[in-house]
């Protein structure tokens, strides 16, 4: 069995955020982090290969420096590393992302009993969307917001967080799955790991890798072939204080909102 998992490199955004003048993420001048939610997705894979015996491969599309990601992420005991890397993939967005991911994926190849893993979603475009959309380019079935995994032969049991409760859903492999926080806590690095992380194989593949591949529609990948552009980045006003109300004031303010509109 060979759990694929995909993870980001984000901005680590409690730290200084920089934007570039076409409004992208000036990501080189920026602190960096393993996404949180894919950190929840390497422990599952982990602790099913604990359980269960498995190949781990974490797989990103990024910069260069993600490599130091991956590497880490092995210190911490995946198997293999595959990083996603060209510039013509540079600013691509949700879309672009999942089709180059998807042609990755397809090229690590996908076995019966093989899952996909992913995290709910990124803490800088927050759109939760590239999970599903590898899914759907891979013709896999999905399930999202994973709160726990279970694994018996070729099927896994699900318990998918609601807002209101969990819904147990039963799916069969090959699939790919979305993991949320509550889904375990990560283990760290330890001194061994950290020293055969260095030994482990650790792939780059490129644009004339993957560009024949049918998943990819050349035209709508990258900055320039994304369907989405980010217009503006920009962190928001904070809003004021605000004041509280003392007892007329309140009775004043209710009798302008009836008086305004009614049922505001
Ligand atoms: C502020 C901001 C706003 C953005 N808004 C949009 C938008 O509205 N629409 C749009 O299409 N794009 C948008 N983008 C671009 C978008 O961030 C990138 O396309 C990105 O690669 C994927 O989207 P996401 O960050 O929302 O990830 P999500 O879809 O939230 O990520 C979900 C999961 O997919 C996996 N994943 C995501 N990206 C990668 C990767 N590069 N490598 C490996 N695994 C990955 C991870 O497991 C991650 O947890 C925005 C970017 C920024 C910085």
């Known amino acids: 069995m060979k759990i694929i998992v995909c993870v980001k490199q984000v901005p680590d955004t409690s730290g200084k955020v920089s934007v570039k003048p076409d409004g992208t993420l000036d990501r080189a001048s920026m602190d960096t982090i393993t996404n949180p939610?894919?950190?929840?997705?390497?422990?599952?894979?982990?602790?099913?290969?604990?359980?269960?015996?498995?190949?781990?491969?974490?797989?990103?599309?990024g910069p260069p420096p993600a490599e130091g990601m991956l590497r880490e992420l092995m210190a911490r005991g995946a198997d293999r590393a595959v990083l996603v890397s060209a510039r013509e993939f540079g600013g691509s967005d949700t879309y672009a992302t999942s089709q180059i991911l998807a042609a990755a994926i397809k090229k690590i190849g996908l076995e019966k009993e093989d899952i996909i893993l992913c995290g709910r979603q990124a803490i800088d475009g927050d759109t939760a969307q590239v999970g599903p959309q590898i899914a759907e380019k891979l013709g896999l079935p999905q399930v999202s917001y994973a709160a726990d995994i279970e694994k018996e032969g070729d099927t896994l049991t699900v318990r998918r967080m609601l807002e209101d409760g969990y819904m147990m859903i039963r799916v069969k492999t090959p699939c790919l799955i979305t993991c949320?926080?509550?889904l375990n806590e990560p283990r760290y690095m330890n001194v061994k790991?950290?020293?055969d992380c260095y030994a482990k194989p650790f792939e780059i593949f490129d644009y004339e890798m993957l560009k024949d591949d049918?998943?990819?529609?050349?035209?709508?990948?990258?900055?320039?072939?994304?369907p989405t552009n980010i217009f503006r980045s920009f962190t928001p006003m904070g809003k004021s204080g605000g004041r509280m109300l003392s007892g007329d004031e309140k009775a004043c303010a209710v009798s302008w909102r009836r008086y305004c509109r009614p049922g505001i």
């Not at 939610?37 to 599309?61: F, P, Q, W, Y």
């Not at 049918?214 to 994304?226: Q, R």
């Open 214 to 226: 049918p998943l990819i529609d050349l035209g709508t990948i990258g900055l320039k072939g994304s």
């Open 193 to 195: 790991g950290i020293f």
């Open 37 to 61: 939610d894919d950190l929840n997705a390497v422990e599952a894979a982990l602790s099913l290969k604990d359980r269960l015996g498995a190949e781990v491969i974490v797989i990103s599309m």
């Open 180 to 182: 949320i926080k509550e």
